[in-house]
C-alpha cells in the first residue's frame, strides 16, 4: 500500500519551495532596482555632458561610477583586446579595445567599438589607430559586467588579446604593462575613428523589465506551490 506524506511534511515542503521561489523573485526584484539606477545615474551623465578629466578613470572612488570625460593622449604601440561574444542587433561579434595613454594619469583601455564576426569565428583585424596626440572624449564607465567568467586572456596568433570577461587587472598582466585604469572610455559616437557603437548601456544584459517580468514569475510560483499544498490538505480532510 501507498504511504502518504504526513500533512505537515506536505506544508513543510511547500513552504521551502515557496521560500525558494520568494527568494529568487526578491534577486529579479533587487537586480532591477540596480540596473535602473545604472540606466538613471548614467542617463543623466549623458544628459550633462559635463567633461571631466581621463585622470578620473584611476580613481578608485569612482570605479563603478559614471562620468562624461575628455583628455589628450596617444594610442599605445600594443595589441588589440577583443571581448567576445558581444551581439548587436542580434548579429555576433566583438568589441575591440585599445591601450591609450592620458597625458594626465594612469593608461586605460578605450573601447573603439563592435566588429561582426564570420561564420568561422576568424578574429577580425584591428589596425592601431592614426599615430600622434589626439583628443578622445567619451563615456567613463566601468568594464562590461563579466557574470561567471573567468577573466583569462587568450593570446591570439598577430598577438590579438582575446578575452570572454574584461578584466583591466588581467589584461594590463598580460600585455606588460604596471596597470590600467579600473574604468574604461567608451568613445564618443561623434568621433571620426573605430566602428560601430552607441552609449547604450545594457546592449548583452537584460533590461530592468525582464527582471520584474522574472520576478512576478517566481512570486506567482511560490503563490501556486502554497495553493497546491492548501488544495490537498483540504482533500484529505474531507
Known sequence: M???????????????VAAA?????TWQLQRMHAKQALLDASAQVLAERRPQPLALAADPARARGYDWASGRGRFADLPAVLLDNQNRDSRPGVRAYRVFEPEDGLPLLVDLGWL?????????QVPPPAAGTIEASGLLLPPPARGLAAPAVQRQADGTALVVALEPAAVAAALGLPALAPRVLRLDPELPLGYARDLELLPNTLPPQRHLGYAVQWFALAAAALAIALVLTLRRRR
Open 21 to 25: 521561489c520568494c527568494g529568487l523573485g
Open 116 to 124: 561582426p564576426l564570420p561564420g568561422d569565428r576568424r578574429m577580425p
Open 2 to 16: 501507498s504511504r502518504r506524506l504526513p500533512s505537515w511534511a506536505g506544508w513543510g515542503l511547500a513552504l521551502a
